[in-house]
């Protein structure tokens, strides 16, 4: 049975990997290349918990439906309740039909309720002039108490101010080099933002989404959080949370005015009747950070082989897989790409590793292991023939 395993990075996807992991009685040693726990994407002070409604048929097969009953049941329990606040979420109506929510649906009045305009804004306490989806369960994460709970397991080792540099097999363990020096595991997990990417995740496709969130002094009396594109909570520790810009390849992260702008123009459009209470923007605080999302928008979650991108060059592509030798590596797992749902969707990725790990049967169908393999993007460029090289060219 493996042992020990190196979990590299301490956002969501790391942190919640190495508890699953630690809680069956593996001993993790966690490395960051941070100071502290969410130094990247997941380093907002508040994320939300809803999920993304399709309809009746689709439900119970669709990951982020599973992810987000699978993400309520672990935080409504001890020792995560603490950092979980369960405000409920309207999902206020916008262009986008919900004729897919009614009594049909698997959801129906147990996680979801239809309320008319009048109803959303008493449950919000202030006047909304749309309709809205209700999630009784939803709410949000007060996300710097809870990394540090899930790093907190006795089976947890955290070293930080140690960036990664890369890592080789040698008898049948990983030597993971670093700045602090070289680890050693059984298995090796890799769930870091994508600008922290080493050799080992070579031909995983992600791309960087800049998001800004604003944060201002409590402004009226807002019950719930909404929803409505972007998102706005209610006053916790004396600040409402807005956002977040969108702004795919950008990689600064500086504070801008113009984003505090922006997320006040969308809340005004969806909630105006807030608007005139906003306070002045010298009174606005805010955090920017880079979030990494795959070509499908599903993260790369599993076991991954770094010999299957080079393999694949001595192939033309067909309509079958060639029958390629399995690579005599110590055991290579990766949770990365979750772009802005990494809170909902981190538990199902860690879940998966670590029934992987442990070769221990999968609760979820076993389509969503396919959905998420960090491979499938290899073997689509193979498919479609970006990755053959032709003999004489290889030569």
């Known amino acids: 049975m493996t042992q020990h395993i190196v979990v590299v990075g301490a956002g969501i996807a790391g ?19 941070a100071s502290k726990p969410g130094s990247g994407g997941s380093g907002n002070p508040l994320a939300i918990v809803y999920p993304k409604l399709v309809n009746a048929e689709l439900t119970p097969n669709h990951l982020q439906s599973l992810a987000y009953l699978h993400t309520l049941a672990l935080l409504q329990q001890p020792p995560f309740a603490e950092h979980y606040q369960q405000t409920g979420v309207l999902w206020l109506d916008q262009e986008r039909s919900l004729q897919d929510v009614d009594a049909s649906h698997p959801w129906w009045q147990k996680q979801v309720w239809r309320l008319d305009a009048e109803a959303a804004s008493e449950q919000a306490g202030v006047t909304l002039n749309r309709s809205a989806l209700w999630f009784p369960d939803a709410g949000f994460i007060r996300t710097d108490g809870l990394l540090r709970t899930l790093l907190a397991h006795e089976n947890i080792r955290t070293v930080f101010n140690t960036r990664v540099c890369g890592a080789e097999a040698l008898d049948s363990r990983w030597r993971i080099s670093s700045t602090q020096g070289y680890f050693s595991a059984e298995a090796l997990v890799l769930a870091y933002a994508g600008g922290s990417a080493i050799p080992l995740t070579d031909g995983l496709p992600l ?14 009396p807002l019950r ?31 504070i801008r005015r113009q984003d505090h702008q922006f997320n006040a123009n969308e ?13 002045p923007f010298d009174d606005w605080q805010g955090r920017a950070s880079l979030r990494w999302q ?13 010999s299957l991108l080079h393999a694949l060059t001595a192939y033309p592509p067909r309509k079958h897989r060639p029958e390629l030798a399995t690579p005599d ?66 030569s």
Request: glycine share 8%; net charge positive.
């Open 207 to 220: 791309r960087p989404v800049r998001g800004q969130i604003s944060q201002f002094p409590t402004a009226f």
């Open 329 to 394: 590596l110590p055991p290579l797992y990766v949770s990365i790409g979750h772009g802005a749902k990494g809170y909902t969707q981190a538990w199902v990725a860690a879940e998966i590793i670590a029934n992987g790990i442990s070769n221990t049967p999968s609760p979820w169908p076993d389509f969503i292991a396919k959905q998420l393999a960090p491979d499938r993007f290899i073997w689509r460029d193979w498919q479609r023939g970006r990755l053959w090289t032709p003999r004489r060219a290889r």
């Open 15 to 33: 942190a919640s990997c190495a508890w699953v992991l630690a809680n069956r009685g593996y001993r993790i040693t966690v490395l960051d290349a």
């Open 224 to 254: 719930t959080t909404l929803c409505y594109g972007g998102y706005l909570t209610p006053s916790d520790n004396g600040n409402h949370c807005v956002g977040a810009t969108f702004s795919p390849m950008d990689l600064q992260t500086d």
């Open 267 to 279: 809340l005004g459009k969806s909630v105006p009747s807030v608007a005139e209470s906003l306070p």
């Open 294 to 306: 795959t070509p499908d928008f599903s993260p790369m979650a599993g076991r991954h082989d770094p």
